[in-house]
């Protein structure tokens, strides 16, 4: 086995590629395209193993890649402090440093699907949530900016296209503000469509229409789950899945001394959608999370934003055990 690490840039790709006895046995700096890479993997003698960085051209290096490489592992930048805090660190140190890393097995794997239709989308879902965060900060300026001119608004029909004219005629530069509801309905709108294409592409899996069964979860949350986790045996135990989702907690021990905290990294896209969903579940009044809820809430004296952690952590448990098992939604899923 070689092991070839790559420091990848817009515009050009540092490698290094090392014997299984750590050995340099070649160093390189080309211009940044898969066929560069291809042409890589054609000169070197197989089986090779190929690391870079989890950053905007990952995707696009491991879909273009899996066929030339009989392993690709893309690194998490945040646990390589080999290179972030060695003294050494250059663009021809930091592709050796990886494949050491690699070599020895310590690299810590961000997970990319295999399959291309998956990859993409993936893609069209975090375009989504770009488009909901657009709107959301639209809507912001636009009561950041009445309230510029005194004019203090706490209800959302300022949004309303049908109530807008009211509040446009309070502002001292009616056109200023016309521009900002410009953008507010052409996100809207783009959100829209997105959620709709959402709704199509979702069709491929019936994994997505059984999570829908499920209270409080809806195409946004399914879809996420569903691109995000990718493989549901990838987590072994649910414990894992929580920490993944940024729903765990982290452990920190030192002979008889340990201190158990909210863990400070993981998916915070996935945790948002699990913990909506959540939220919405126990408003419904009519399921098991509701209950669920009120007993930790009422009887057990919990505090309600812990309670909605657990909350989260259950409806994460259910689909990620529905998935792995290939089952439905059944209410009494809820009181395990």
């Keep these: 086995m070689k092991y070839i690490g790559l420091d990848v840039h817009s515009t050009h790709i540092n490698c290094a590629v090392i014997d299984e006895q750590g050995n340099l046995i070649h160093h390189d700096c080309f211009p940044t395209s898969l066929q560069n890479l291809i042409n890589l993997s054609e000169k070197l003698k197989h089986p090779l193993s ?49 494949a050491t ?65 009211l509040f446009i005629n309070e502002s001292r530069h009616p056109e200023i503000i016309e521009k900002y509801y410009q953008f507010l309905d052409l996100f809207q709108h783009e959100k829209d469509r997105f959620e709709r294409t959402l709704k199509k592409e979702a069709r491929r899996y019936p994994i997505i229409r059984r999570f829908l069964k499920i209270p409080g979860v809806g195409i946004v949350t399914a879809t996420t789950f569903f691109t995000i986790i990718d493989d549901p045996h990838r987590f072994a135990r649910k414990q894992q899945l929580w920490s993944y989702a940024h729903l765990g907690k982290s452990v920190h021990q030192s002979g008889n001394y340990e201190v158990t905290r909210r863990q ?17 579940a126990v408003r419904q009044k009519t399921n098991e999370f509701t209950r669920a809820y009120i007993r930790m809430v009422n009887i057990q004296q919990k505090e309600p934003k812990l309670a909605y952690r657990i909350i989260a952590r259950k409806l994460a448990t259910i689909m990620w055990t529905m998935w792995k098992n290939n089952q439905s939604y059944l209410e009494e899923m809820s009181s395990t």
């Design 264 to 280: 400070r990294k993981g998916n915070r896209l996935l945790k948002y959608v699990i913990k909506i969903a959540a939220g919405d």
């Design 101 to 165: 890393l690699l070599r020895g097995g310590f690299i810590n794997p961000v997970h990319h699907t295999w399959d291309h239709h998956r990859s993409q989308f993936k893609q069209l879902v975090f375009a989504y949530h770009d488009m909901a965060k657009q709107v959301t900060r639209t809507k912001n300026k636009i009561k950041a900016y009445y309230r510029k001119q005194g004019i203090i608004i706490k209800t959302d029909s300022v949004y309303h296209p049908d109530k807008r004219t």
């Design 50 to 98: 190929l690391v870079f960085e989890e950053g905007e051209l990952a995707d696009w290096l491991f879909q273009g890649l899996r066929s030339s490489f009989e392993e690709i592992v893309v690194a998490d930048p945040i646990e390589n402090r080999l290179i972030y805090g060695g003294d050494q660190k250059s663009d021809p140190i930091d592709p050796l440093k990886l």
